[in-house]
């Protein structure tokens, strides 16, 4: 951390480390920055680089990710390593979206693709100037408990006065609920995507708008997308905007989730719910941080972090073709999992008090009192619809309140239908049917499948699954694949590239490999 009290820290002009082998590029950076009021030194390889970070601290650092003593990686685990306050900003070469990933799972800021657009360099680099100054202007204070507790809490790093509003939002003291915000707290410094894994009903868009809030986007939008929820005609259009004319109905311009949420974040919930064609223009979009609106022949460059949720198995999804395995790795760059209520039952004190405050606050009514015996028979609830459950049953309870002391009808919950044993019947167990029976019945024949409403979507995925079976099983080797499924080398690169299917190799089937 800066030593600079905070006005000061905020007056100084920022100090910029740029790390590049190649002089003519070294001085195209510097200039670039020097013109915008920023005081730039500049290095050739790893060794020079640190002999300016030793002698002194910088606001953001920018590194070429080859360079020729080593590479810019070490650079970053080293400034890790040191808890230095440095931003990293890596360059990496276009098409290398591997080192990005790796870059950014290391600590790394952003990442910029070479050949760099200087529009896109000054607002990324601006961005890793205001993070910086943020964390150093406003440290959060330790809370008195942190002591009494193992683990580390997210209060011990540096936070903003709203990221710490947004943090108290996750009701819970519990251990996986201290883990989650730790991980917030940590992953908000930085531009990397993040995947928010969870059970429905956990609370996966309050983690969201903790990485939002904890983040220097705070003061921009969080423009949230339930990506399940949109009819698949309208994606393109929800997602990039449109022009006017440009389809029937469309009367004027209209901006997408991603022009709205320029500077902020864009939360795409469910993204396992999109199509694989949406899941193609959404990996171009993130790639190249611009977009182009239907009817446009301009892309429009928008800044947006972008934070997913989605209680599906993803790598589960990508084995059986239904997601974009370059997606998914775009996406899940940082993942944070978050604990079922099962899992943080000593949370549900404070979680029902902070529901029933909110609930009462909505309906004008005082809040009720939980007595420690109903409290005790919710933590033997299954709670498997987790806290909307909860939520619900505490709504319930309210509404047909009478007295001071709340009572809650555990009886009406919905609980899950057990698993009935093969050869059973799923409404009743089998000893109940043999006691009210004097006969065994005749098993009754099972319904048919209802019929697909698009034929052609339904025939497109069970080929899409049986082709993606045999290319696991050949280990992508397309040719071996074929012949077990009897078709020629030709056949199966159309289907590959008829059905968008993602290999190891990044190319659609359009081109031969020497594997094949």
């Known amino acids: 951390m800066s030593s600079l009290p905070p006005s000061a820290a905020a007056s100084r002009p920022a100090q910029i480390l740029v790390i590049d082998d190649e002089p003519d590029l070294r001085t195209l950076y510097e200039l670039t920055l020097l013109r915008e009021g920023y005081r730039v ?116 790093l540096s936070v903003t006065r709203s990221g710490a509003t947004a943090l108290d939002r996750l009701v819970g003291d519990s251990d996986p609920m201290r883990l989650v915000k730790s991980r917030i707290a940590k992953v908000a410094r930085g531009m990397a ?15 969201a708008r903790a990485v939002h809030g904890c983040s220097q986007r705070s003061d921009g939008p969080f423009v949230a997308v339930n990506c399940g929820a949109i009819p698949e005609n309208l994606l393109e259009a929800e997602f990039f905007g449109a022009k006017k004319g440009s389809y029937t109905g469309s009367s004027q311009d209209r901006d997408g989730y991603f022009q709205a949420a320029r500077d902020g974040t864009l939360f795409l919930d469910e993204i396992g719910d999109l199509p694989l064609a949406m899941q193609s223009k959404l990996l171009r979009a993130i790639q190249e941080r611009s977009v182009r609106a239907i009817g446009s022949t301009q892309e429009d460059a928008v800044d947006v972090r972008i934070v997913s949720a989605t209680h599906k198995d993803l790598h589960a999804e990508v084995l059986a073709g239904r997601f974009r395995q370059d997606l998914f790795y775009r996406l899940n760059v940082i993942e944070i999992a978050v604990p079922a209520l099962r899992e943080r039952r000593e949370d549900l004190p404070a979680l029902c008090t902070a529901l029933l405050a909110r609930i009462a606050q909505d309906g004008g009514l005082p809040a009720p009192r939980l007595s420690d015996a109903l409290l005790q028979r919710l933590a033997q609830h299954p709670l498997d619809g987790n806290v909307r459950e909860l939520e619900n049953l505490l709504h319930r309870a309210v509404a047909l309140n009478d007295g001071d002391e709340l009572q809650i009808d555990l009886m009406g919950a919905m609980t899950p239908m057990p698993a009935a044993p093969r ?50 099983e050949s280990g992508f080797n397309r040719t071996a694949a074929a012949a077990r499924l009897g078709m020629s080398l030709r ?26």
């Open 41 to 156: 030194e500049a290095a050739g390889s790893v060794s020079e680089a640190w002999q300016h970070l030793e002698a002194g601290r910088f606001d953001a650092v920018i590194t070429d990710m080859r360079l020729p003593d080593g590479e810019g990686m070490e650079i970053i685990h080293r400034i890790q390593k040191d808890q230095r306050s440095e931003r990293c900003v890596v360059m990496t070469a276009y098409g290398s979206a591997e080192n990005a990933v790796e870059a950014l799972k290391a600590g790394a800021f952003d990442y910029l693709t070479k050949p760099v657009d200087l529009k896109q360099f000054r607002a990324v680099v601006a961005s890793a100037v205001q993070a910086n100054r943020a964390a150093v202007v406003v440290p959060q204070k330790p809370a008195p408990q942190a002591a009494s507790h193992g683990g580390e809490r997210p209060d011990a």
């Open 423 to 472: 050869g059973e019947s799923a409404e009743a167990p089998a000893a109940v049917a043999v006691s009210a029976a004097p006969a065994p019945a005749a098993e009754p024949k099972p319904a048919p499948p209802p019929l697909p409403s698009d034929l052609q979507a339904w025939l497109d995925q069970q080929e899409r699954e049986i082709l993606v079976r045999a290319l696991h």
């Open 491 to 516: 056949q199966i690169r159309y289907r590959i590239a008829r059905l968008g299917i993602s290999t190891p190799n990044g190319d659609d089937g359009a081109t031969a490999h020497a594997d094949d």
């Open 193 to 207: 995507p993040v995947l928010v894994r969870g059970e429905s009903g956990t609370g996966k868009e309050l983690v």
